[in-house]
């Protein structure tokens, strides 16, 4: 990596990139679906044979994942009306 993209890393990553991507619509949108991830695995998910679906901490990161898109849905359309 150069000089000039290293920079522009560093402009990304300050605090107006995570005041814009992680407001409260993502926060409670991870928290709700983190825990819905939790409870899918704790009644169905442990006793899977595939890989993904019987790791809590797959499944939570899934969860949370989804969560922070469905937030970021819900906050890109609020600021458009």
Known sequence: ???STIKHLKR?????F???N???FHIG???????IAAIYWWKAGQFSEVFYK???VLVILWGLLVGWIL????SHARHKD
């Not at 949108?29 to 825990?35: D, K, N, Q, T, W």
């Not at 937030?71 to 819900?74: K, P, Q, V, W, Y």
């Open 71 to 74: 937030g970021d849905f819900i």
């Open 12 to 16: 990304m990553i300050n605090k107006d």
């Open 18 to 20: 995570f005041k814009n």
């Open 22 to 24: 992680f407001n409260g």
């Open 54 to 56: 019987n790791k809590l």
């Open 1 to 3: 990596m150069n000089i």
């Open 29 to 35: 949108s991870m928290l709700i679906f983190g825990i």
